[in-house]
């Protein structure tokens, strides 16, 4: 089965700078990539997606890309802001079906 | 856009009761729904997949006598924790997809934070 791994599991940065967390996947058959946001006590909320056929894809500060050929995938937050400190999840679908398989998990905490 | 609505929030029961949780699809027909357990600082773990007039199906190491799930119909699937033990106290997620592939995305619940005394 898929085996998605997340690193770094704790980041800090200072307000204004750029975080980037990566993910590795397993199975080469994935084609949905998802990156979750969880607040403390909340449900997991989407963030940005992609999909095998892109490379990258990008929404204001946040912007995901995807290398299928070494099978990772990373997140790119530009200008931090206090309120983007939560816990970030990214996730893959199992054998191209409608398992999604999360990461470890990473939190993100951004210094004002 | 697509809501999902999980209830209770929170619940507190007594160790040998069951408990029920209910998620709904507000604004689409779910045709699969997916119900996830997170303990405290750690990752969103799949317990089982349920699809509409069909028996879920478990992943492994999940007892299915013990973690009940119906989905009755395209918008409502509810998971019935069976003689709750403080071991099965956890942050319970449900997600549900409008098809059975990954193309049209998921979307979760608020969660439900269950407490087994």
């Known amino acids: 089965g898929e085996n998605v791994e997340q690193h770094p599991s704790t980041l800090s940065v200072q307000e204004g700078d750029s975080a980037v967390i990566k993910c590795t996947y397993s199975?080469?058959?994935?084609?949905?990539f998802p990156w979750y946001k969880q607040e403390l006590g909340k449900g997991p909320q989407l963030i940005i997606d992609i999909r095998s056929n892109v490379g990258e894809k990008k929404d204001q500060r946040i912007a995901v890309t995807l290398n299928k050929t070494a099978k990772h995938f990373s997140l790119h937050i530009t200008e931090t802001q206090p309120e983007d400190s939560a816990v970030y999840f990214c996730?893959?679908?199992?054998?191209?079906?409608?398992?999604?398989?999360f990461g470890s998990g990473t939190r993100l905490l951004v210094r004002p | 856009g697509a809501v999902v609505s999980q209830h209770p929030s929170r619940v507190i029961c007594k160790s040998g009761t069951s408990v029920k949780i209910e998620c709904r699809s507000l604004?689409?027909?779910?045709?699969?729904m997916f119900w996830y357990r997170q303990f405290p600082k750690q990752s969103l773990m799949l317990m089982a997949t349920s699809n509409e007039g069909s028996k879920a199906t478990y992943e492994q190491g999940v007892e299915k006598d013990k973690f009940l799930i119906n989905h009755a119909s395209l918008t409502l699937s509810t998971l019935t924790v069976t003689s709750a033990h403080p071991e099965d106290s956890s942050f319970y997620i449900c997600?549900?997809?409008?098809?059975?592939?990954?193309?049209?995305?998921?979307?979760f619940g608020s969660g439900t934070r269950l407490t087994v005394v």
């Open positions: 997600s549900a997809s409008r098809g059975g592939a990954a193309g049209h995305g998921y979307t």
């Open positions: 604004d689409f027909q779910a045709t699969t």
């Open positions: 996730a893959a679908n199992e054998d191209s079906s409608y398992k999604l398989i």
């Open positions: 199975d080469s058959a994935s084609n949905y």
